[in-house]
């Protein structure tokens, strides 16, 4: 009998946690329902940016000033 009880307490435990997620749960679709649409939306990731060639240019003529300068030092060490 003692078995018994303990089962008894236990599904009583759970009985009791299962009303609390179920009211936490009803509490959420609550929230997302008065949020409309924004809640169903899927995340959506930022636009791939885009660079002007000018820019490019820009970039790759400081890249190639850059790899110069160190072309010239490594020169200056060898000879």
């Known amino acids: 009998m003692d078995i018994l009880t303990a089962i008894k307490r236990e599904e009583r435990k759970l009985e009791k946690q299962l009303r609390k997620l179920n009211h936490q749960l009803s509490g959420m679709r609550a929230a997302a329902k008065a ?45």
């Not at 990731?45 to 400081?62: D, F, P």
């Not at 190639?64 to 060898?78: D, G, L, M």
């Open 35 to 79: 949020l409309g649409g924004s809640a169903g939306r899927e995340v959506v990731g930022a636009k791939k940016r885009v660079l002007s060639a000018a820019g490019r240019a820009v970039i790759v003529k400081a890249a190639k000033k850059r790899w110069a300068k160190v072309r010239k030092q490594a020169k200056k060490r060898t000879g």
